[in-house]
């Protein structure tokens, strides 16, 4: 009831209606003017759209809350993911300021090979 073509169709089967029962088309005029039966026929889908509009509503509510319990437990996986990567991305941190970083160990062999090349010239000296 609640789409276009059911509009059309409404529309074209009261104007057929209305014009077979004012022109009197093949002699049949079952509704004179003032369409007392077609006015009943409106009347009997009145009664019926409104409670059917309400159930469509009452259903479309339901579907709704499911779909917001769904977007929670969704929302919820999620944050539980997040703080595990957080608390995951904290721990290699942690290890990782313990580790020599590349920089420092660069540094440190220099010195040794200084060190070493002073001994060495040290003892050449020696040697002579």
């Known amino acids: 009831m609640g789409t276009a073509k059911f509009l059309v ?28 039966l077609l006015n009943l026929f409106f009347s009997t889908q009145a009664s019926y759209s409104a409670p059917l509009i309400l159930l469509a509503q009452n259903r479309q509510e339901l579907r709704d809350q499911l779909s917001i319990e ?5 929302a919820a996986q999620a944050r539980a993911d997040m703080d595990f990567l957080a608390r995951e991305i904290a721990a290699i941190r942690m290890h990782l300021g313990e580790l020599a970083t590349r920089d420092f160990v660069r540094s440190e062999l220099r010195s040794e090979l200084r060190e070493l090349a002073e001994r060495l010239d040290g003892a050449e000296e020696k040697t002579r």
């Not at 529309?11 to 029962?21: E, P």
């Not at 769904?70 to 969704?74: F, S, V």
């Open 9 to 36: 169709y409404m529309t074209v089967f009261v104007i057929v209606w209305v014009t077979l029962n004012l022109v009197g088309m093949f002699g049949l005029k079952w509704d004179p003017y003032p369409f007392i």
């Open 70 to 74: 769904e977007d929670r437990k969704i």
